[in-house]
């Protein structure tokens, strides 16, 4: 079964089971003896947590990989045959397991999330055998300028892939229009390259609904992608793995089976002025990461599962500027155990214009089923500061916090969340919504000030949960609905990404001069921001 990010376990009445354990199995990752089965507990972008060493087991000692994250993964053995699992075997809730009869080294990875090289990778020691340890990836010196040369695509290589291959650091790779139906990997060996399209509009990456990521970037520093599309791939437009320094501008991306733009325990970023459509998770999302020292900022996320997610993530992360409509929800991020660095933590979301994401006809996971009717919902996120946002036309909440049950284990409180300052109408749950899931009295310190509102729920929720002075009131007293927010009953189910009726990607502006610019190394991002400036949007015609 698919784990829900806004499955609401016990105190709603809505229950997912718990999978009982094995107690033949031993799960590794916290150290110990093995036991006479090994299990490896993977969960979304990690085989068996992160920065998993080396896993040694007996000759004849069966491992069991078990997924328990939110995306489907396989696992591709590197120099060795016989064994793994395709992703269609391998969904979140499956297993797989197989008994390692000869001693040896088994590496391998996941194709969807990770490279040979490096991103989603484990390693089994079987036997007595003896290896070399696993050396960090080669990241070369940061230059101190870009080196002026430009790499022509297809002047100068034929294929995007080509062109990276060629790079070195400081260099530009100017893509010409056209559509590349390849799949491009970027290693940390080609670190501080920029990737630019001539014309976002017709230059055009595509996967044909074949290949995984139009461009993946794997533990690469300083690696900028811009002024291009991707599109019709199985998993992710643009996606930035385990890096430090990342940027993507100017970049479209359409139709893509999971998210749009993407970055993963990656640090310091920028996400602006982009575009995201059809996928049935995110447009935007960061995660995984703490602090994540990002922003994204200008960008327009439609026709997707949510507009943003972001699971467990936080520490200077900025979400400002954008628009997020007609999807199922708008803003999500939310903690979780399937994915590292839990729990979400510390993001502004500020100046953005979220309204009508209600949207039953996208592509969507099960959260962004669950989700539907929600504008900015935080589902047990910590310290968020959510400020000057215009949101409204939603059939659920406007701005909602909930702690969220994962499951019997896991229960996620949402505490010291600030919602200030905002315009929320037209919600039909409730503009505002409060569920800490305490006595009638707790608020677990989260509170609400400043803002211009119809409904709230629980009632008079400025005085019950107020940012300065005493509270008054009970939280009971109009109380958030929150079995009605966590049941899927009347919302419509997913629609195939790759038949969905979209509408066509408006035409998107470009950067400016992308023949002439020189190369931008995504080096000190997200760069100065005044926060305090952002203002509240307008609201459209």
């Known amino acids: 079964m698919r784990k829900s990010v806004v499955v609401l376990v016990a105190m709603a009445t809505v229950l997912l089971g718990a999978c009982g354990a094995d107690p033949d199995i031993q799960q590794v990752g916290a150290g110990g003896p ?3 089965k090994v299990a490896i507990k993977t969960l979304d972008n990690v085989f068996g947590g992160a920065n998993q060493p080396d896993i040694r087991v007996a000759v004849g000692e069966k ?3 078990e997924n328990f994250g939110r995306n489907e993964h396989d696992i591709v053995p590197i120099d060795s045959k016989g064994w793994g699992v395709d992703a269609a075997d391998f969904a979140p809730g499956d297993t797989y397991s197989h008994t390692f009869d000869k001693p040896g080294v088994y590496s391998y990875y996941c194709s969807l999330h990770g490279t040979k090289t490096g991103g989603m990778r484990g390693r089994l020691l079987v036997g007595a055998v003896e290896a070399e340890p696993q050396v960090a990836n080669t990241v070369p010196k ?3 300028a870009p080196t002026g040369d430009v790499i022509k695509v297809p002047g100068d290589q034929p294929t995007i892939q080509k062109g990276v291959d060629a790079a070195k650091p400081g260099d530009l790779i100017l893509v010409s229009p056209g559509v590349y139906k390849e799949a491009v990997e970027v290693p940390s060996a080609k670190s501080y390259i920029t990737i630019r399209g001539v014309e976002r509009n017709t230059t055009i990456l595509d996967g044909e609904f074949k290949k995984a990521n139009g461009i993946i970037v794997v533990k690469a ?15 992710n437009g643009f996606f930035w793995t385990g890096s430090t320094g990342y940027r993507g501008s100017y970049l479209t991306a359409f139709r893509n089976g999971d998210y749009g733009i993407y970055a993963f325990e990656s640090t310091d970023g920028l996400m602006e002025h982009s575009y995201a459509s059809g996928s049935p998770d995110a447009g935007f999302y960061i995660g995984g990461c703490q602090p994540c020292n990002a922003r994204i900022n200008d960008v327009i996320s439609e026709w997707n599962g949510l507009g943003y997610s972001g699971t467990n993530s936080g520490g200077n992360l900025v979400i400002s500027n954008s628009t997020f409509r007609y999807n199922r929800a708008g803003i999500v991020p939310n903690s979780g155990s399937y994915e590292p660095k839990y729990p979400q933590d510390d993001n502004t979301i500020v100046g953005n214009l979220v309204y009508s994401n209600n949207n039953g006809k996208t592509p969507a996971i099960d959260i962004s089923i669950t989700a539907m009717g929600n504008g900015i919902l935080i589902a047990g996120g910590i310290n968020n500061k959510i400020e000057r946002n215009l949101v409204f036309d939603h059939d659920l909440g406007g701005i909602v916090i909930i702690t969220y049950p994962e499951d019997a284990e896991w229960v996620w409180k949402a505490t010291g969340n600030k919602v200030r300052d905002n315009v929320v109408s037209d919600s039909k749950l409730g503009d505002l919504g409060l569920w800490f899931g305490g006595s009638a009295t707790e608020t677990g310190g989260n509170c609400f000030a400043g803002n211009t509102f119809e409904t709230s729920a629980p009632k008079n929720i400025e005085s019950q949960a107020p940012c300065e002075g005493q509270r008054s009131g009970s939280m009971e007293d109009g109380a958030f609905d929150l079995i009605k927010l966590a049941s899927n009953e009347g ?12 509408p066509p990607v ?3 502006p470009n950067m400016a001069n992308p023949t002439t610019a020189p190369a931008a190394m995504a080096v000190n991002m997200p760069g100065p921001f005044d926060v305090d400036a952002v203002k509240l949007p307008k609201r459209p015609s």
């Open 63 to 65: 491992v069991q990989w």
């Open 506 to 508: 408006p035409k998107q």
């Open 34 to 36: 093995l036991a006479s």
């Open 221 to 235: 520093k300083g690696v900028a992608i811009e002024n291009m599309t991707a599109r019709n791939y199985t998993k």
């Open 491 to 502: 919302k419509p189910a997913s629609v195939d990404y790759t038949k969905a009726e979209l």
């Open 142 to 144: 940061q230059p101190s």
